[in-house]
Nanobody, 124 residues
Framework: QVQLVESGGGLVQAGGSLRLSCAASGRTSALNMMAWFRQAPGKEREFVAAINWTGRSTGYADSVKGRFTISRDNAKNTVDLQMNNLKSEDTAVYYC?????????????????WGQGTQVTVSS
């Protein structure tokens, strides 16, 4: 079993920055893909960013490209999401996810483990 714990959410003004962090523990393997998803009130959960097991390959939703950066530290079993130039439409609960495999995916069905989520609120 793998446990994922997110941190770093909060309230920020539009144009500001936040850095989310996700720590993995338990029976975690380095050969995994990690991702961030988010869910706004009344909306479906959506893909934000993902990273492969080496950290050399990443993918982003069009809505966050150029503003968000995903990174990972396999020695610490952590994955971060640096969010810059935040907009009100970024307001959501952000979830960290881990799945098996050496690549990354936008499909949430490929991810086996999920964190409890952290709230990000961007005021305009």
């Amino acid at each position: 079993q793998v446990q994922l714990v997110e941190s770093g959410g909060g309230l920020v003004q539009a144009g500001g920055s936040l850095r989310l962090s996700c720590a993995a523990s338990g029976r975690t393997s380095a050969l995994n893909m990690m991702a961030w998803f988010r869910q706004a009130p009344g909306k479906e959960r959506e893909f934000v960013a993902a990273i492969n097991w080496t950290g050399r390959s990443t993918g982003y939703a069009d809505s966050v490209k150029g503003r968000f950066t995903i990174s990972r530290d396999n020695a610490k079993n952590t994955v971060d999401l640096q969010m810059n130039n935040l907009k009100s439409e970024d307001t959501a609960v952000y979830y960290c996810a881990q799945g098996g495999g050496i690549s990354w995916s936008e499909d949430d069905r490929r991810y086996d483990y999920w964190g409890q989520g952290t709230q990000v609120t961007v005021s305009s």
